[in-house]
């Protein structure tokens, strides 16, 4: 039997919903919440990501400001509007489109956010807090994935092998931070996790074992059937354009597991598209109203 299609456009559609509801009892007490991105340059992978956050962002009652800076700018000129997002109080959440030029230093930018308006969750302090189980904001992504879990019914994890084939910032060091805890607050799982780099040897010794695997290296087919054991969840975050000549423009988006064949020994299975690239977006809008809501006091 094929596995159960953890569908992350409708989830995401439910979640927006629900930040609607959130952002209505704000807007009583006379809060609108404000997203504010930064994009330096004109990457134009990156200009469309800030362009479909600032189009969500409306869509659910968001007030969004992207600031669009040239590519050529000074660090000292970026952090000085950094700065400026920080000191103003009708922006709740900050988020920095990255990659950041090469002369830019990266790591100086994103920790020059304020914690409490880091809704992108790459502040240190809000790594360090997350590790420890505090409150704090986490990325998008991670967050996305174990909202997918927990609302299709896999949210009981204590126990369970996860396996997380990818070691970047932005997904496998966050999921694990909230699945290795334990405790009685949201993303204290309990799970067993395991991070491994694609490079590792016989990466099958470990993603066989694993109760859920989770890939997001960006090399179509890299997870295959036999590398999986029976009744896993898999959980793709893989990005890539294959050739397809029965398409319109030749090509066709897959992501990391095999898909056609994983999904007949997993139990539930994430689709490339339309898997866990929906839940991301949402996920920063989600973080984005409870920045404005801890900092009014809603």
Not at 84 to 112: C, M, S, W, Y
Request: net charge neutral; with cysteine; charged share 25%.
């Amino acid at each position: 039997m094929a596995a159960k299609i953890l569908d992350g456009r409708k989830l995401s559609a439910e979640i927006r919903e629900e930040l609607k509801q959130r952002i209505g009892r704000l807007k009583e007490k006379g809060v609108t919440p404000g997203l504010a991105g930064i994009l330096v340059g004109e990457d134009q992978g990156s200009t469309a990501y800030i362009n479909l956050k600032e189009k969500a962002s409306g869509e659910v009652g968001i007030r969004s400001e992207m600031v669009r800076l040239p590519g050529y700018m000074k660090e000292e000129e970026l952090l000085r509007e950094i700065e400026l997002l920080n000191l103003d109080v009708k922006v709740h959440g900050i988020f920095i489109q990255l990659p950041l030029p090469k002369h830019l230093n990266e790591a100086r930018a994103l920790a020059a956010i304020l914690p409490d308006k880091d809704v992108d969750g790459f502040h240190p302090i809000n790594v360090g807090k997350a590790w420890m189980c505090q409150q704090a904001f986490l990325p998008a992504t991670p967050l996305g994935i174990y909202e997918m879990l927990t609302r299709s019914g896999y949210g009981q994890l204590k126990g369970k092998n996860v396996v997380i084939v990818n070691v970047d910032n932005l997904v496998g060091k966050p999921l694990a931070s909230i699945l290795v805890q334990e405790g009685e607050k949201t993303g204290a799982a309990g799970a067993n996790v395991t991070l491994c780099h694609p490079s590792t040897p016989d990466i099958s010794a470990y993603t066989r074992r694993a109760d859920i695997v989770v890939v997001s290296v960006n090399r179509p087919k890299f997870i295959t059937a036999d590398m999986v054991k029976d009744g896993v969840i898999a959980i793709d975050f893989g990005a890539n354009y294959i050739e397809d000549p029965g398409s319109k423009t030749g090509k066709r988006l897959v992501g990391d597991l095999d898909f056609e064949d994983v999904k007949w020994k997993a139990e539930a299975i994430t689709p490339v598209p339309g898997g866990v690239g929906p839940m991301t977006v949402t996920m920063l809008l989600a973080n984005t109203v409870t920045a404005a809501e801890r900092q009014t006091g809603g």
